[in-house]
């Protein structure tokens, strides 16, 4: 996923994907490609669906990812052929992003622009991570601008124009390969409004 960079790091642009309806869809058919000195691509394709109305709904995305060393990059594009809360428009939205890894430290940068409802949105994060044996310390800041219509899903609720920043701060610790428990903070300003958030959680793979 070209769109997680940080493992803990969430900022709102992250959720571009449930406004959509979600990075992972049902009645789908995907393809990954094998490594090809570094480089991969994927797609996935929905031919049905049953979120609105009786036709089906068609969603597709395609990404391109590049990892050489301790740098990887990558390219993504999702398009939803009928808004997840309306059947009016369609929904799209193209990201890149970029880390490197150098040492016990990591730096990474994404882009995200989409249309939904409406609505134009753009956003940016920037986010960093140190690694001490199994513990990760996470820190982010991201803003993402919105014009146009009104998006009710997600953790905000974006009227006609908002402008959103949000911090966040995380530690990870990890018990084994399969298990994990995180801690985070995350504070978002929303033009007059304030909020802030607090989870913690446990991870198990099976």
């Known amino acids: ?43 996935a394709v929905q031919t049905s669906g049953d979120r609105t109305g009786d036709d089906a709904v068609d969603m597709y995305s395609i990404a391109a990812q590049y990892n050489n060393g301790p740098l990887s990059v990558g390219v993504g594009y999702i398009n939803n052929s009928e808004d997840a809360m309306s059947a009016a428009d369609d929904a799209h939205v193209v990201g890149i992003s970029g880390k490197y890894n150098f040492g016990n430290f990591m730096i990474g940068a994404s882009y995200e622009d989409g249309e939904d409802n409406n609505a134009d949105m753009d956003s940016w994060d920037i986010v960093a991570q140190a690694y001490f044996g199994n513990n ?44 994990r428990v995180w801690a985070e903070y995350e504070a978002q300003e929303q033009d007059s409004r304030d909020v802030d958030r607090f989870g913690i959680g446990l991870r198990h793979d099976f």
């Open 136 to 179: 990760t310390v996470s820190i982010g800041y991201g803003e993402l601008d919105h014009e146009g219509g009104i998006i009710t899903s997600g953790p905000a609720r974006l009227t006609a124009e908002n402008e959103v920043k949000e911090f966040n701060i995380g530690f990870r610790h990890a018990f084994s390969k399969r298990t």
């Open 1 to 43: 996923n070209i769109f997680d960079m940080g493992g803990t790091h969430t900022t709102y642009l992250g959720h571009f994907g449930e406004i959509l309806g979600g990075y992972r869809i049902g009645s789908a058919i995907t393809y990954n490609s094998p490594n090809m000195n570094g480089f991969t691509v994927g797609g």
